[in-house]
């Protein structure tokens, strides 16, 4: 993407500005959700519009993903709640709260929705806690994660193998977390038949899902299922979070 010609879609109203954001800069990017600080991007002051360059340039206006290959996902924007539609959204797959003003991708047919940093997680990894098979993004019932031993979410990685392993997102990078688990028997009263919406908050893992796609073995296989398009939009991860 030319830095002169942000692409349309993230704005039909405006063009959007080339702006170098200050150390002290509070805005975080409206797709990654992470900080803007010292970083270049492109924003719309009129309709609050923050994005990274390299966000900007690697999400397209749709996408195909493994968790819903159904239909194609398109790139929306969050509404904020209100008195006549205080319904508030969350990711099909990490379970977080999708922030009002926030780009998501979205099927409206099928009411799925995914956070598009969600969407560059690797469909088949190989964890430090289970080095021996392949894993892979399977959604399923029931069961509890076999390492922090809490109750799973619908989507999570198992053994492609004839081993029961079964992972939280959160825990399948091997380290230490205290948000796998937490919150899943709540969510799950809050949540609807669809899993899109909630009237509660989820438990925040954006921060994991950022460090997973960062560690060594997981941005090889990230850069292999994108091509290596996705490694702009890592370069900036690691800059925020290394």
């Not at 399977?138 to 053994?159: D, F, I, T």
Request: proline share 7%.
């Amino acid at each position: 993407m030319a830095d002169d010609q942000p692409r349309r879609f993230f704005d039909p109203l405006h063009q959007l500005v080339k702006t170098q954001y200050g150390p002290e800069a509070g805005a975080s990017c409206d797709i990654c959700l992470s900080k803007l600080a010292g970083l270049g991007g492109h924003s719309c002051s009129a309709c609050n519009i923050d994005l990274h360059d390299a966000c900007a340039g690697y999400f397209k206006e749709t996408t195909s993903f493994f968790a819903h290959p159904w239909h194609t996902l398109k790139l929306s924007r969050i509404p904020h709640p209100s008195a006549s539609s205080p319904v508030r959204w969350s990711c099909d797959l990490c379970l977080e709260e999708c922030r009002p003003g926030s780009f998501v991708y979205r099927c409206i047919q099928c009411l799925f929705d995914v956070h598009p940093l969600c969407t560059m997680l690797p469909q088949t990894i190989r964890s430090p806690l289970h080095p021996e098979h392949d894993l892979r993004m399977v959604p399923s019932g029931g069961n509890y994660c076999s390492a922090c031993e809490k109750s799973l979410p619908v989507w999570r990685y198992v053994c492609g193998g004839h081993c029961v392993v079964r992972l939280h997102i959160d825990c399948v990078s091997g380290e230490t977390t205290t948000s796998a688990g937490q919150g899943d028997a709540a969510a799950a009263d809050a949540t609807g038949a669809n899993g899109s919406h909630t009237a509660g908050r989820r438990p925040r893992r954006r921060t994991v899902i950022a460090k997973f796609l960062l560690k060594t073995s997981f941005r090889i296989a990230v850069n292999a299922a994108t091509g290596g398009l996705g490694s702009p939009v890592l370069d900036v991860l690691a800059a925020i979070f290394n």
